[in-house]
C-alpha cells in the first residue's frame, strides 16, 4: 500500500482545510492521520475504520476535526475547521492491513504511512 497526502498549505488561525489522502495498492482497512510539530513527538488526531461506522479521534482535536473516507475513491480525508496556531505541525496519513473495527490510536498499530504535509497555522 502506497500512501500520499496532500491538501496542506498556510492558513490563518481561524481557518478550514481539508487534508486528503490517497491509497493506492492493496486494500488500507483503517486509515489514521497523525502529525508531528517540531521538537515534539508524532500525534495521534483521527482514525477510520473500513466501513466508516467507528471513528476515534483525539481529545485535542474532537470537535473541530473530522475524519471521512471514500472507499471507491481509495481516500481519506481530514477536514480540519476553526485552525489554531498549535494545530502547525506536518500531518500524516496512515493505513492499516488489520481490519479492525475499532480503529486503533497508536502509531505502531498503522503499517503503512505517507510523506507527510506541512499545515502551518499563523496567529
Known amino acids: 500500500v502506497q500512501l500520499q497526502a496532500s491538501g496542506g498549505g498556510l492558513v490563518q488561525a481561524g481557518d478550514s482545510l481539508r487534508l486528503s489522502c490517497a491509497a493506492s495498492?492493496?486494500?488500507?482497512?483503517?486509515g489514521g492521520w497523525f502529525r508531528q510539530a517540531p521538537g515534539k513527538e508524532r500525534e495521534f488526531l483521527a482514525a477510520i475504520n473500513w466501513s466508516g461506522a467507528s471513528t476515534a479521534y483525539a481529545d485535542s482535536v474532537k470537535g473541530r476535526f473530522t475524519i471521512s473516507r471514500d472507499n471507491a475513491k481509495k481516500q481519506v480525508y481530514l477536514q480540519m475547521n476553526n485552525l489554531k496556531p498549535e494545530d502547525t505541525a506536518v500531518y500524516y496519513c496512515?493505513?492499516?492491513?488489520?481490519?479492525?473495527?475499532?480503529?486503533?490510536?497508536?502509531?505502531?498499530?498503522?503499517?503503512?504511512w505517507g510523506r507527510g504535509t506541512l499545515v502551518t497555522v499563523s496567529s
Open positions: 495498492g492493496r486494500p488500507a482497512y483503517v
Open positions: 496512515a493505513a492499516s492491513g488489520t481490519n479492525y473495527y475499532s480503529p486503533p490510536v497508536k502509531a505502531d498499530a498503522y503499517d503503512y
